[in-house]
C-alpha cells in the first residue's frame, strides 16, 4: 500500500484504534449483559453475561448411545463403499468385508432389550428399548447375509443387488429410523437444559463456531443441524437474524470434569466476534434507509411426493412419518450435497416433532421404527 494512502486505511479499519473497532466495542459494550450462546460441534455453552459463569451442555460424542446408533446407521454406507471399491479394482474390498462381518455379528451378539434398557439407557428412548432391539437385530442380520453371499460369490457385490436385496429390504429405515432416535435425543436434552435457563431469547446472541463436520458442511444457518436445534428449543422466540454460523471462529475444547477455564477464557473473544458482525450489519439502516431491508428468508423445500420429481437442490419437505420416499430422498442428499451435514438429514424433523410434543420423546413418531 502507498504510505499516503496507509493512513486513510487504517483510519477506518485494520487498526486496534479505527473507527470500525471503536464502533465494535461500542456495541459490545452495549450487549455485554445479553446471553450469548457458543456451540461448536460438541458442545453448547451459555454465557448469561455480565460476567457472571458459563453453563455447558454436551450433545454429541461424549452422550448416552451415539456411538452405537451411528455404528448402525453406518451399516449402510460401509456396505456400499464396498461395492464401490470392487468397482474400482481395489482387493482389499474383501478383507474390509470380512472385518465388517465378524464387527457385525459380534455387535448381533450382544445387542438386547436389556442392553439398551440397563446400559445404554438413553432417556429420551425410554419405552422404544424392544423396538431399537428389534431394529438392530434386523439390521445386523441383513448385513451378514448380504456380506456372507458377496464373499461366496464377489459378482453379487453390485449396485444392483446392494439397493435391490439390502438398503430396500429394510436398511434405508433403519438409517432413517437411528438418525432420527439420535436427533431425538439430542434435541430432547438441549430443549430441557435451554428451557431450565430461562434464557431472554430476544436477546440471545448466537454463535455457532467452528468446523461442524465434513469441511464444507453445516455452514448456514439452515444446513446447521446445531443451528436447527437451537431455533427449535427457542420455541420460535430467537430471531433468526441473531443467529451468526462462524466455520473460523475459535472453539473451546469439551470441559473435562467440569473445568471450565478454557470455556470462560474464550467468551471475551466470541462476544467481540458477534458484536462486530452486528456493528456491521446495524449500518445498513443508518445508511440505506429506504431502500429494501435484508430479512432471513425461510427456506421453502420442494416436495418429492410426486414420482416425476428427479432431482432437488435442497432438502425435501417431509410430509409425515411414513413419507419415505422424502426421508431416504434425504439421505441421498446428504451424501451428494456438500453443504450437508452427513448425520443430520432428519434433525429438522425430529427437533420439530418434538416441540410439537411439548419436548416429551414417548409422544413422537420415530419414522423407520414406529409402526405406522
Same mark, same amino acid.
Request: glycine share 6%; hydrophobic share 40%.
Given at each position: 500500500m502507498t504510505e499516503e494512502f496507509a493512513g486513510l486505511f487504517t483510519a477506518y479499519t485494520a487498526d486496534p484504534d479505527s473507527i470500525g473497532r471503536k464502533l465494535s466495542r461500542a456495541v459490545a459494550e452495549r450487549s455485554r449483559r445479553d446471553p450469548l450462546i457458543a456451540a461448536t460441534a460438541t458442545d453448547i455453552a451459555l454465557y448469561p453475561g455480565d460476567g457472571r459463569p458459563p453453563t455447558v451442555e454436551g450433545f454429541r460424542i461424549s452422550t448416552r448411545g451415539f456411538k452405537e446408533l451411528t455404528a448402525i446407521s453406518h451399516l449402510g454406507p460401509a456396505v456400499a463403499s464396498l461395492v464401490r471399491l470392487r468397482a474400482l479394482g481395489d482387493e482389499s474390498w474383501r478383507e474390509?468385508?470380512?472385518?465388517?462381518?465378524?464387527?457385525?455379528?459380534?455387535?448381533?451378539?450382544?445387542?438386547?432389550?436389556?442392553?439398551?434398557? =440397563?446400559?445404554?439407557?438413553?432417556e429420551a428412548h425410554r419405552g422404544r428399548e424392544h423396538e431399537i432391539a428389534d431394529l438392530v437385530d434386523r439390521a445386523c442380520a441383513a448385513t451378514a447375509r448380504y456380506l456372507?453371499?458377496?464373499?461366496? /460369490?464377489?459378482?453379487?457385490?453390485?449396485?444392483?443387488?446392494?439397493?435391490?436385496?439390502?438398503? /430396500?429390504?429394510?436398511?434405508?429405515?433403519?438409517?432413517?429410523?437411528?438418525?432420527?432416535?439420535?436427533?431425538?435425543?439430542?434435541?430432547?436434552?438441549?430443549?430441557?437444559?435451554?428451557?431450565?435457563?430461562?434464557? /431472554?431469547? =430476544?436477546?440471545?446472541?448466537?454463535?455457532?463456531?467452528?468446523?461442524q463436520g465434513r469441511p464444507t458442511a453445516g455452514v448456514t444457518w439452515n444446513t446447521s443441524s446445531v443451528a436447527t436445534m437451537i431455533l427449535a428449543a427457542?420455541?420460535?422466540?430467537?430471531?433468526? /437474524?441473531?443467529?451468526?454460523?462462524?466455520?473460523?471462529?475459535?472453539?473451546?475444547?469439551?470441559?473435562?470434569? $467440569?473445568?471450565?477455564?478454557?470455556?470462560?477464557?474464550?467468551?471475551?473473544?466470541?462476544?467481540?466476534?458477534?458484536? $462486530?458482525?452486528?456493528?456491521?450489519?446495524?449500518?445498513?439502516?443508518v445508511m440505506f434507509d429506504g431502500y429494501p431491508r435484508y430479512v432471513p428468508? $425461510?427456506?421453502?423445500?420442494?416436495?418429492?411426493g410426486d414420482p416425476r420429481v428427479t432431482e432437488v437442490s435442497e432438502m425435501p419437505a417431509i410430509r409425515s412419518a411414513g413419507d419415505m420416499r422424502a426421508l431416504v430422498t434425504r439421505l441421498r442428499i446428504v451424501l451428494e450435497d456438500p453443504r450437508q451435514l452427513l448425520s443430520s438429514c432428519v434433525t429438522d424433523f425430529a427437533a420439530a416433532s418434538l416441540a410439537a410434543a411439548g419436548n416429551d420423546p414417548t409422544q413422537v413418531v420415530v419414522p423407520g421404527l414406529t409402526d405406522l
Open positions: 474390509s468385508a470380512e472385518r465388517l462381518l465378524v464387527e457385525t455379528k459380534v455387535a448381533r451378539a450382544a445387542n438386547s432389550p436389556e442392553l439398551w434398557r =440397563e446400559r445404554i439407557a438413553v456372507t453371499a458377496a464373499l461366496d /460369490d464377489e459378482e453379487r457385490l453390485t449396485p444392483e443387488t446392494l439397493r435391490r436385496e439390502y438398503l /430396500d429390504d429394510g436398511i434405508n429405515s433403519m438409517m432413517v429410523a437411528t438418525f432420527f432416535l439420535v436427533s431425538l435425543d439430542i434435541s430432547y436434552r438441549v430443549t430441557r437444559w435451554f428451557t431450565e435457563q430461562d434464557l /431472554d431469547w =430476544e436477546r440471545a446472541m448466537v454463535v455457532i463456531a467452528g468446523r427457542s420455541g420460535g422466540r430467537l430471531p433468526l /437474524d441473531r443467529v451468526y454460523v462462524a466455520p473460523h471462529a475459535p472453539t473451546f475444547p469439551s470441559p473435562a470434569d $467440569g473445568d471450565l477455564t478454557e470455556v470462560i477464557a474464550l467468551e471475551e473473544e466470541l462476544r467481540t466476534l458477534w458484536c $462486530g458482525t452486528r456493528a456491521t450489519v446495524e449500518l445498513g439502516e428468508g $425461510g427456506l421453502t423445500l420442494p416436495d418429492v
